[in-house]
């Protein structure tokens, strides 16, 4: 397995080369969505150009939008409300799903029950429609846009979190916890989280890339972020038009969707694995 | 002349995680007569298996041959290839693993398991296999020969099982067949049947095997020779007589003396004027389901069980698995609520659940489980794990706590370093120490051991019951020890309860367990126990009373 694929030693961690480029990937549009602001050639919302969809050129890097502005400062600023609510809802959900799945495996009984059921029926709503009406009915904004995103993808976590809890709280050692008269909460976050830490991680990662897809759906779709600011999913709906121009202007912000995700989703493909030697 | 099979300086490695080269096995020989039965003996980790699966030209993954050769019937395994070992494995080479439980698909009727090598190998049509099968069975002592093999695995008991896979193995028609430690997980008096039908059918067959296990009473039964490993080297070899009776190798002398206990003294004399017992349970009754109306659990486990232990002395309670003997431990935890009776600690009837007891009567009454393993959390080093009930019951922190975990560790004898390991990186009897040392953090009166040392080597289980009796004499501990062995519970016990079916058979001082016990099935019990003695198992089938006792249970 060490000969396919390159393998090292970092700080006692093995990484493999995809990893790692999925990595600078990850941070480079991190970089992007807190210091892109600073970079852009132009004001994202003026105007600078009388050609509409115009092409990559010196002047305008990624060419121009259908009103004449700048892509590749309106990319930059893109980023900012892309990552910023998808990072934002990955970790509301998260939370709220791993706390409440732990509570439910541990806790047992009714708790479990009515909790399992709640969010089941919550999760059988088909999310795109959900987030619709939501939004439809109570109007856009970015808080709004984060809530509907975080409780489209509790329920999910919830049940990743439970199942992988319920696993761990039938092992002796939180039997022993219990016979000690350990309370729930230590239970939880001591005995429980530390050992299903690793999958919750991934799962994170994985729900992060459908957050960014949904968002960039609503977003295509006229809900989510509203001009004149605009993320990359509102970027390629305003620019559809040019898809038969063979405009930059729709290329690139799909192309910047695609390599976040994809990034994302080798990264976890690809964690870095801790090297531990028993014999040593 | 050339034995059937021959192992020659073998060597073995492994790559590790960080890429280090390590030995494994390091020049091993010895050979096989044909119709020899050789057992190769050792702790785990002492390669006994991996030799074993050499003799199919098996390696585990990130194992590999460095040098040596094993020659089976004039072909070394080690030179062949794959597809070469592939056809040898089944019809020259057979294997029966540990766990026959794990070894059969749960999905799939017995019999086409059973004669799926014939029908992977080519060997016969299928219906001559079916036969064969069915013969196996007969000879192998199952019930229903004809019809067995229709059922699921689920739907036939550990020893029927395990003699099952003995019949998959034997289909093939091999001349070798493999033992891997395939009675270490099943109860003593199921051992004999599985042992009596194995030992039946290699005689029958002429067959070679080799027979892997740790347990020198149950190999003194089987092998002709036996072969003594430790650390990837051949420590001694010899005829079973010769091991048995007249050891060179200190290591395997160790290994004998592990096996005969010291008797246990009891540390507290024996109480003159009745005082208040440490520990008692009265009348428990127990089990796991719904509740009916009146409050009776649908599956009873415990049925108005009762004993009680004084206090500095220890109490022993025997069964076969299912007999309820760790739902007893459950229930005086308070784990499981007693549907009625009471549980009384110094005297004070505890609540039935461990929520509602005090933190003080939680301290006092502390319990250990079986498997290391999954009792220490695999996430936390060792000092956080001796830390918690520190600073739990006795509110320490910083440095005292610090030094207590450091106190804790050398009383189980183990080096202060140790704190900062996670319990995957301790050995299996290491781990044991820290899960005791846990108990010991609370300052406990009773400690509750479930099967302890079951899932440990002969010599480490040794010394860890030593550790038993040296804490018992400094802390003035009182111990309910729960386990299917006789042999450990008559090492530190000064009372034994038997338990069948969730009910208390007998009850009687652990010295009088030999002609003392009077109950048929607690008789049958101390019998089934195998003996360093090569004739045990052939004179327990000639004796009427003990057959007739197994085949009524």
Same mark, same amino acid.
């Given at each position: 397995m060490a000969s396919s694929s390159l393998s090292r030693g970092l700080l006692g961690y093995r990484v493999n080369a995809v990893g790692l480029v999925a990595s600078a990937v990850i941070l480079f549009w991190l970089f992007i969505a807190l210091f892109g602001g600073q970079f852009?050639?132009?004001?994202?919302?003026?105007?600078?150009?009388?050609?509409?969809?115009g092409p990559m050129s010196g002047q305008y890097w990624l060419g121009t939008d259908y009103?004449?502005?700048d892509m590749l400062s309106r990319i930059l600023m893109g980023a900012r409300y892309t990552v910023g609510i998808s990072v934002a809802a990955v970790l509301i959900s998260c939370f709220l799903g791993v706390v409440l799945g732990m509570m439910a495996a541990v806790i047992g009984g009714w708790l479990d029950t009515c909790l399992s059921r709640f969010l089941d029926a919550l999760n059988s709503i088909p999310s795109k429609l959900f987030g619709l009406v939501v939004v439809a009915g109570i109007g856009s904004s970015i808080p709004v846009l984060i809530g509907v995103l975080a409780v489209i993808y509790t329920p999910g976590a919830y049940r990743f979190a439970r199942a992988l809890a319920v696993n761990i709280s039938t092992m002796d050692f939180v039997t022993v916890a219990r016979a000690r008269g350990e309370r729930t909460p230590y239970l939880i976050t001591q005995e429980v989280l530390p050992n299903i830490l690793g999958p919750v991680l991934t799962d994170m990662g994985l729900r992060f890339v459908f957050i960014v897809l949904l968002l960039s759906g609503l977003s295509f779709l006229g809900l989510g972020v509203q001009p004149p600011n605009a993320d990359w999913g509102s970027l390629v709906r305003e620019n559809i038009g040019g898809l038969s121009f063979g405009a930059p202007a729709v290329i690139m912000p799909s192309i910047a969707i695609a390599t976040l995700t994809i990034a994302v989703n080798l990264l976890i493909d690809n964690l870095p694995v801790r090297i531990r030697d028993r014999s040593e | 002349m050339a034995s059937f099979v021959e192992i020659r300086d073998l060597k073995l490695g492994a790559v590790t995680d960080s890429g280090r080269d390590i030995d494994i096995i390091k020049g091993v020989s010895f050979d096989i007569a044909e119709g020899e039965i050789v057992a190769l003996i050792g702790?785990?980790?002492?390669g006994k298996t991996t030799i074993a699966m050499t003799l199919m030209g098996h390696c585990r993954p990130g194992c590999y041959v460095q040098s040596g050769a094993v020659v089976v019937d004039g072909k070394d395994m080690v030179q062949l290839s794959e597809r070469q070992r592939a056809a040898m494995r089944g019809t020259e080479v057979a294997y029966v693993p540990q766990s026959a439980a794990a070894a059969f698909?749960?999905?799939?009727?017995l019999l086409d398991q059973v004669v799926e090598v014939a029908r992977i190998h080519k060997l016969m049509p299928m219906d001559q296999a079916r036969a064969k099968a069915v013969e196996l069975f007969r000879a192998l002592a199952l019930p229903d020969p004809e019809t067995?093999?229709?059922?699921?695995?689920?739907?036939?008991?550990g020893g029927q099982l395990q003699r099952l896979s003995a019949a998959m193995a034997l289909i093939g028609g091999p001349k070798l067949v493999i033992f891997d430690? +395939?009675?270490?997980?099943?109860d003593v008096t199921t051992q004999i049947e599985v042992l009596r039908a194995f030992k039946s059918v290699m005689t029958a067959g002429g067959m070679a095997g080799v027979y892997v296990s740790h347990d020198l009473a149950v190999v003194a039964q089987i092998a002709d020779r036996i072969v003594v490993l430790r650390g990837g080297e051949v420590q001694e070899v010899g005829t079973t007589q010769q091991i048995l009776h007249? %050891?060179?190798?200190p290591y395997t002398r160790e290994l004998l003396a592990a096996f005969h206990p010291v008797p246990h003294a009891a540390v507290?004399?024996?109480?003159? /004027?009745?005082?208040?017992?440490a520990l008692e349970v009265v009348g428990v009754t127990a089990g796991y389901g719904p509740v009916d109306a009146s409050g009776v659990?649908?599956?009873? /486990?415990?049925?108005d069980v009762g004993c009680a232990l004084e206090k500095g002395r220890n109490l022993g309670v025997i069964g076969e698995s299912g007999s309820g003997k760790s739902t007893l431990a459950r229930a005086i935890a308070g784990l499981l609520p007693p549907s009625s009776g009471s549980i009384l600690l110094g005297g004070k009837v505890l609540a039935g659940d461990a929520r509602q007891r005090s933190k003080d009567e939680l301290r006092r009454l502390q319990i250990v489980f079986q498997l290391a393993d999954t009792a220490l959390? +695999?996430?936390?080093?060792v000092g956080d794990i001796l830390g918690r009930p520190l600073s739990f019951y006795h509110g320490m922190k910083g440095a005292a706590r610090e030094a207590r975990i450091v106190e804790l560790l050398d009383m189980v004898r183990?080096? %202060?370093?140790?704190?900062?390991?996670? +319990?995957?990186?301790?050995?299996g009897g290491q781990k044991q120490r820290v899960n005791l040392a846990r108990a010991l953090a609370a300052n406990p009166e009773v400690i509750l051991c479930d099967e302890?040392?079951? /899932?440990?080597d002969t010599v480490v289980a040794a010394a860890v019951i030593e550790l038993l009796k040296e804490l018992q004499r400094e802390l003035d501990l009182s111990y309910v020890f729960i386990s299917h062995d006789l042999s450990t519970v008559q090492a530190i016990c000064d009372e034994v309860m038997v338990m069948f079916a969730g009910e208390k058979v007998e009850h009687l001082?652990?010295?009088?367990i030999h002609g003392g016990a009077q109950h048929a099935y607690s008789r049958l019990l101390f019998a089934s126990v +195998?003996?360093?003695?090569?004739?045990w198992l052939d004179g327990l089938s000639r004796d009427p009373e003990f057959s007739a006792a197994l085949a009524r249970r």
């Open positions: 852009t050639p132009y004001p994202p919302g003026e105007i600078v150009d009388f050609d509409y969809f009103l004449g502005r | 702790e785990s980790g002492s698909n749960p999905c799939k009727r067995i093999g229709q059922r699921y695995p689920h739907q036939v008991s430690e +395939p009675t270490t997980a099943l007249d %050891a060179q190798h507290a004399p024996a109480p003159q /004027a009745a005082p208040v017992p659990p649908h599956k009873l /486990a415990l049925r959390n +695999p996430a936390r080093p183990l080096p %202060a370093a140790m704190r900062h390991r996670l +319990p995957g990186e301790l050995s302890i040392t079951s /899932a440990l001082p652990a010295d009088r +195998p003996k360093l003695d090569t004739g």
